[in-house]
Nanobody, 125 residues
């Protein structure tokens, strides 16, 4: 079992920055690849970024490339999402995710087994 707790969301003006954190707990949480997804009102949950268990490989959605960076600190069992140059269309609830198969970098909701409770990010224009 893996438990995920997100933090760091909030209200920011367009062009601003936020850093989200995801604290993972559980017997083998540091050996999981991890991901971030988001869900805007009335829309499906979508992939944002993901990282391998070692941190050596990352993937991100085209919509956030060059603006968002995913990283992790396995000593702290924490995954981060640094979000820069935020746009109003980035407004959503952001969810931390751990995959069904621990080493698979999750880029689709169907690959996710564990979800955090979500943290709201609101970008004003």
């Amino acid at each position: 079992q893996v438990q995920l707790v997100e933090s760091g969301g909030g209200l920011v003006q367009a062009g601003g920055s936020l850093r989200l954190s995801c604290a993972a707990s559980g017997r083998t949480s540091s050996s999981y690849a991890m991901g971030w997804f988001r869900q805007a009102p009335g829309k499906a949950r979508e992939f944002v970024a993901a990282i391998s268990w070692s941190g050596g490989s990352t993937e991100s959605a085209d919509s956030v490339k060059g603006r968002f960076t995913i990283s992790r600190n396995n000593a702290k069992n924490t995954v981060y999402l640094q979000m820069n140059s935020l746009k109003p269309e980035d407004t959503a609830v952001y969810y931390c995710a751990a995959p069904l198969v621990s080493f698979v970098v999750p880029t689709a909701t169907t690959q996710v087994r564990y979800w955090g409770q979500g943290t709201q990010v609101t970008v004003s224009s």
